[in-house]
């Protein structure tokens, strides 16, 4: 990276790097990736300044994890962050050629545990799978109506009650330095603050260049009380780092887009192509301007992509494309962007 800024993370003193990096393609999402090409990705990854790493059981059952921490146990404990996530249990199922998106996974499934005791042996579990000494940042993973409908009104007030306090216990006793929750919905975020003392959320999807929804209430809320804001899925599923103009299937949410989704983007487009900004690089550094919002995490899945990433986030983007897509209503009228507008 031409340049490294971190931001603190909450009212801890634990500093992330404003650019991060995202594990689940690691975790053979949509796409095998081999050992050596894993290998190669990190080793990029670390040689090009990345510092903060992302990653989870559910990513790959266990693969993710352990291929990350490969590559940062040689380390021996060096200048890095990392964060994982509690929630799901990894059982064994036998090999499966896929698994919730995941090309050739571990021999196992998830089962999902937000209790006190199925936090700290999720806790566990993970420490040894990826063989290192610390976590950083832990996650409550997926917790919320999004990925569990109905199932929610369950889970929720355990997650609350129990793996709550299992997760202020580790924080308390210095196993980790932040806890979090990591999900695809502001709204979960929002009421777990009416349960306990969170240091941050990792939000995927849900304040980006195409939606700002949260500044609402949520973002103020994070703001009043010092909760920072890890920026997953900037791209929203990829539809904001392909556009929508060379046809095919593009992908909104972890499906095929809607109409109206497209025909927003297709106007960001517009505005990306007539001041030569890549739409990428505008959507990965649309986040960073609120105040809240301590680093974004794009995934990786190649090392082509880790020099690309970096080249746009450190792009110069004018300040009248800023200016140009608030007045045009292409995002809210109160939203923070770069450069001040």
Request: charged share 20%.
């Amino acid at each position: 990276m031409t340049t490294i800024k971190q931001r603190i993370i909450g009212n801890t003193d634990l500093k992330v790097d404003t650019l991060g990096f995202g594990c689940a393609p690691l975790g053979n999402l949509y796409t095998p990736v081999t050992n050596q090409d894993a290998d190669e990705l990190l080793n990029t990854a670390w040689q090009h300044g990345f510092r903060y790493y992302d990653t989870a059981p559910h990513y790959g059952q266990g693969l993710s994890e352990r291929r990350v921490g490969d590559i940062l146990r040689p380390l021996q404990g060096q200048d890095y962050v990392l964060s994982t996530k509690v929630g799901r249990l990894l059982k064994p199922a036998g090999y499966a050629k896929e698994r919730h998106c995941y090309q050739s996974p571990m021999p196992f499934d998830i089962h999902y545990d937000y209790s006190y005791d199925g936090v700290m042996r999720s806790f566990e579990d993970s420490v040894q799978r990826l063989g290192l000494d610390r976590i950083d940042i832990l996650y409550m993973h997926d917790i919320g109506e999004v990925t569990h409908g109905d199932n929610n009104k369950h889970h929720f007030p355990i997650a609350m009650e129990g793996g709550y306090k299992a997760m202020d216990e580790l924080r308390s006793q210095g196993l980790v330095k932040a806890i979090g929750l990591g999900v695809n919905e502001y709204q979960v975020c929002e009421q777990a603050m009416e349960y306990g003392q969170w240091d941050c959320f990792l939000l995927a999807g849900r304040y980006t260049l195409l939606e700002q929804e949260s500044l609402e209430t949520f973002l103020p809320k994070c703001e009043a009380q010092n909760c920072s804001i890890i920026i997953g899925g900037a791209y929203n599923s990829g539809i904001l780092a392909t556009g929508v103009k060379k046809g095919g299937t593009v992908h909104y949410d972890y499906g095929p887009a809607p109409q109206h989704i497209i025909d927003k983007v297709a106007k960001i487009e517009d505005l990306c192509e007539r001041y030569q900004v890549p739409l990428a690089a505008a959507a990965l550094q649309f986040s960073l301007a609120h105040p809240s919002v301590a680093s974004v995490i794009p995934g990786m899945g190649n090392v082509r992509r880790v020099q690309q990433t970096i080249d746009l986030f450190n792009m110069e983007i004018n300040s009248d494309f800023w200016a140009e897509l608030k007045h045009l209503g292409l995002v809210r009228p109160d939203t923070p962007l770069p450069g001040g507008n």
